[in-house]
């Protein structure tokens, strides 16, 4: 889709046609004790010069680190494909043009896009794209409420084993709607949800249970247990899962008895760089029972009028511009860029290659475990399979530590101190398909090094 | 020109009412709705047993162009939603005053919408209302 920007002469004609002087003049009926002629606090516009040195700046700010976290966004090899292809002007908007059908490029990726989510997490139908993880787990709430008719309540149970930032921000955008997220503990022996746990909430009116797979701790839930346990309590299931894991470990809509209702997640692992924390992309796919409920854009296959075959925008009566407040959300297709970088990223791979991913991830995270486990004072949290990554107990403070390797240039994983203060000292650690022996030895050498030194209260 | 029953009563936003032997009322919307609507995909029915106040929003009518939502021109109980529309929204194109029905209501008096007779909602549509 080109940019086309309009010439003054266009601008003038415009007004023209419409009687209107100004540009400003479009905005006469704000009073004028409304408008705001400055904004203090942001700074006179620098030169291109001047912003390329800044930004050159701050960018080696950053240094190129060995990373070891993971806890929701994970660095992943993304091959030089996906961002030659997804820069493309063809490609590089964020957006579905107002006129979505005048693109077919656009919407095939997205109708591929859904099929491959679709696919990867066993369900029927998949949205085309999400804000984030965390917006998605929220809107996969939201939608479990409407979906679950026959539940009174808004209540979910929401595991302190989902990411503490994804519950913060559905608590954040539910509450005010009247959702009552509440948090199930894990059980502190082995960093899962003990299904048995649950039985004291058994009978009650529960709308939703999130299941986490792999959760935060990188633990991998009973999530058939869950699962049985939601149906036959009447409750729906959301899954929270990494797309990653689904390559190898069995997907939401083959859970229990029946399968999730609704699996939802962070895409970002799929062709999108870390970038200092986003933007990300979430995705959500869920069974046909529910579609009407599905937030966001939703590309279909179709014929037109002369029986060709083609890509349109299909069950738009859901959203904001037909049913305006009464929308299922205020969702697009704002995160398309980064949507289309996933669906190239995932074209490239294929099923086979995303499988070598994530069982090189799996392998690559027993071995770090392995390797800092050996040194003294380290030991792993938890018992049991994971994905790709581990809680490490320290015996002192796990934010020292860090800085200390971070001063050799490792950025040694994820202090659990402020979500989970009663775990006591302890770090979460990843390792992907990016991280070779060799990294795996120089962060146990460095981590080795300071747990040599004496401990400090 | 839309087909208005003289024995149905009905509202400004476009819902017949018809009283049964028994006292409940059947609720739809009208031929003049049905045909403004267009090709109805998908119906959302209230379930039984739902309390609703008048001018609730009790269903919803999708149709390929636009989606609406239904209000209960009476306040009371819901003793069914029409279990047929949910595999034929067509229904209420073929039948609006008939199988398209979309709910029976158990009124417990308390508040109702403005209603109209046939005369009356006849001189609403014609109004564009």
Same mark, same amino acid.
């Given at each position: 889709?080109?940019?086309?920007?309009?010439?003054?002469?266009?601008?003038?004609?415009?007004?023209?046609?419409?009687?209107?002087?100004? +540009?400003?003049?479009?905005? $006469?009926?704000?009073?004028?004790?409304?408008?705001?002629?400055?904004?203090?606090?942001?700074?006179?516009?620098?030169?291109? &010069?001047?912003?390329?040195?800044?930004?050159?700046?701050?960018?080696?700010? $950053?240094?190129?680190?060995?990373?070891? %976290?993971?806890?929701?966004?994970?660095?992943?090899?993304?091959?030089?494909?996906? /961002?030659?292809?997804?820069?493309?002007?063809?490609?590089?908007?964020?957006?579905?043009?107002?006129?979505?059908?005048?693109?077919?490029?656009?919407?095939?990726? &997205?109708?591929?896009?859904?099929?491959?989510?679709?696919?990867?997490?066993?369900?029927?139908?998949?949205?085309?794209?999400?804000?984030?993880?965390?917006?998605?787990?929220?809107?996969?709430?939201?939608?479990?409420?409407?979906?679950?008719?026959?539940?009174?309540?808004?209540?979910?149970?929401?595991?302190?084993?989902?990411?503490?930032?994804?519950?913060?921000?559905?608590?954040? %955008?539910?509450?005010?709607?009247?959702?009552?997220?509440?948090?199930?503990?894990? $059980?502190?022996?082995?960093?899962?949800?003990?299904?048995?746990?649950?039985?004291?909430?058994?009978?009650?009116?529960?709308?939703?249970?999130?299941?986490?797979?792999?959760?935060?701790? @990188?633990?991998? *839930?009973?999530?058939?247990?869950?699962?049985? /346990?939601?149906?036959?309590?009447?409750?729906?299931?959301?899954?929270?899962?990494?797309?990653?894991?689904?390559?190898?470990?069995?997907?939401?809509?083959?859970?229990?008895?029946?399968?999730?209702?609704?699996?939802?997640?962070?895409?970002?692992?799929? @062709?999108?760089?870390?970038?200092?924390?986003?933007?990300?992309?979430?995705?959500?796919?869920?069974?046909?029972?529910?579609?009407?409920?599905?937030?966001?854009?939703?590309?279909?296959?179709?014929?037109?009028?002369?029986?060709?075959?083609?890509?349109?925008?299909?069950?738009?009566?859901?959203?904001?511009?037909?049913?305006?407040?009464?929308?299922?959300?205020? +969702?697009?297709?704002?995160? @398309?860029?980064?949507?289309?970088?996933?669906? +190239?990223?995932?074209?490239?791979?294929?099923?086979?290659?995303?499988?070598?991913?994530?069982?090189?991830?799996?392998?690559?995270?027993?071995?770090?475990?392995?390797?800092?486990?050996?040194?003294?004072? =380290?030991?792993?949290?938890?018992?049991?399979?994971?994905?790709?990554?581990?809680?490490?107990?320290?015996?002192?403070?796990?934010?020292?530590?860090?800085?200390?390797?971070?001063?050799?240039?490792?950025?040694?994983?994820?202090?659990?101190?402020?979500?989970?203060?009663?775990?006591?000292?302890?770090?979460?650690?990843?390792?992907?398909?990016?991280?070779?022996?060799?990294?795996?030895?120089?962060?146990?050498?460095?981590?080795?090094?300071?747990?040599?030194?004496?401990?400090?209260? | 020109?839309?087909?208005?029953?003289?024995?149905?009563?009905?509202?400004?936003?476009? *819902? /017949?009412?018809?009283?049964?032997?028994?006292?409940?009322?059947?609720?739809?919307?009208?031929?003049?709705?049905?045909?403004?609507?267009?090709?109805?995909?998908?119906?959302?029915?209230?379930?039984?047993?739902?309390?609703?106040?008048?001018?609730?929003?009790?269903?919803? =009518?999708?149709?390929?162009?636009?989606?609406?939502?239904?209000?209960?021109?009476?306040?009371?109980? =819901? =003793?069914?939603?029409?279990?047929?529309?949910?595999?034929?929204?067509?229904?209420?194109?073929?039948?609006?005053?008939?199988?398209? /029905?979309? &709910?029976?209501?158990?009124?417990? @008096?308390?508040?109702?919408?403005?209603?109209?007779?046939?005369?009356?909602?006849?001189?609403?549509?014609?109004?564009?209302?």
């Amino acid at each position: 889709m080109p940019y086309i920007p309009h010439t003054q002469d266009d601008v003038r004609a415009m007004l023209d046609r419409i009687g209107v002087p100004s +540009i400003d003049g479009l905005f $006469d009926e704000i009073p004028v004790a409304l408008r705001v002629e400055s904004l203090p606090g942001v700074p006179d516009a620098l030169t291109e &010069m001047e912003v390329s040195r800044l930004a050159a700046q701050r960018a080696a700010a $950053d240094g190129s680190p060995l990373n070891f %976290i993971g806890a929701g966004a994970y660095e992943h090899h993304i091959p030089a494909p996906v /961002w030659a292809l997804v820069t493309r002007g063809e490609i590089y908007s964020a957006y579905t043009p107002y006129q979505a059908e005048a693109s077919q490029g656009t919407l095939q990726i &997205m109708y591929e896009y859904q099929s491959m989510i679709a696919g990867l997490a066993a369900m029927d139908v998949s949205n085309a794209s999400l804000y984030d993880g965390a917006s998605a787990l929220a809107e996969a709430c939201l939608m479990a409420v409407r979906a679950h008719r026959r539940s009174k309540s808004a209540r979910i149970l929401v595991p302190d084993t989902v990411n503490p930032v994804w519950r913060r921000v559905a608590s954040a %955008i539910t509450e005010g709607q009247g959702l009552r997220l509440e948090t199930l503990a894990c $059980d502190p022996a082995t960093g899962r949800i003990d299904p048995a746990a649950l039985a004291a909430l058994s009978g009650e009116d529960i709308t939703a249970l999130v299941v986490p797979q792999p959760n935060f701790f @990188g633990q991998l *839930e009973d999530a058939d247990a869950l699962t049985r /346990w939601a149906r036959a309590n009447g409750a729906l299931v959301i899954a929270a899962v990494n797309p990653v894991s689904l390559a190898v470990m069995k997907p939401p809509g083959e859970w229990g008895d029946g399968g999730a209702d609704i699996a939802c997640g962070d895409a970002q692992p799929f @062709g999108v760089p870390l970038s200092s924390g986003g933007p990300y992309v979430g995705f959500m796919a869920c069974r046909m029972e529910h579609v009407r409920q599905l937030p966001g854009r939703i590309a279909g296959r179709t014929v037109d009028a002369e029986g060709k075959p083609g890509f349109t925008l299909t069950l738009q009566a859901r959203e904001q511009h037909i049913r305006r407040a009464k929308a299922t959300s205020n +969702i697009c297709t704002n995160q @398309g860029l980064l949507m289309s970088a996933a669906t +190239i990223h995932l074209a490239l791979l294929g099923p086979a290659g995303l499988e070598r991913v994530a069982r090189a991830c799996i392998a690559r995270t027993s071995e770090l475990v392995a390797a800092l486990t050996q040194l003294p004072g =380290v030991r792993a949290a938890f018992p049991g399979p994971r994905f790709h990554e581990a809680v490490l107990k320290l015996d002192r403070p796990v934010a020292p530590v860090l800085e200390a390797l971070a001063a050799d240039g490792i950025i040694g994983g994820f202090d659990l101190a402020r979500d989970y203060p009663a775990m006591g000292d302890a770090l979460l650690v990843c390792a992907t398909e990016t991280r070779t022996r060799a990294d795996i030895e120089t962060y146990a050498r460095a981590l080795g090094a300071v747990q040599g030194r004496a401990a400090v209260a | 020109m839309s087909q208005i029953p003289a024995d149905l009563r009905y509202t400004r936003s476009h *819902e /017949w009412m018809r009283t049964m032997p028994d006292g409940t009322v059947e609720i739809g919307i009208t031929d003049h709705a049905q045909q403004s609507l267009g090709d109805l995909v998908f119906v959302e029915v209230p379930e039984a047993g739902r309390k609703l106040t008048a001018g609730d929003a009790c269903a919803v =009518v999708e149709s390929v162009k636009a989606a609406s939502d239904v209000y209960s021109p009476l306040t009371g109980e =819901v =003793v069914a939603g029409n279990p047929g529309l949910a595999t034929k929204p067509e229904l209420i194109n073929k039948d609006p005053y008939g199988e398209g /029905w979309i &709910m029976r209501l158990k009124p417990s @008096g308390g508040a109702a919408a403005e209603s109209f007779d046939a005369a009356a909602y006849e001189a609403v549509v014609a109004a564009g209302g």
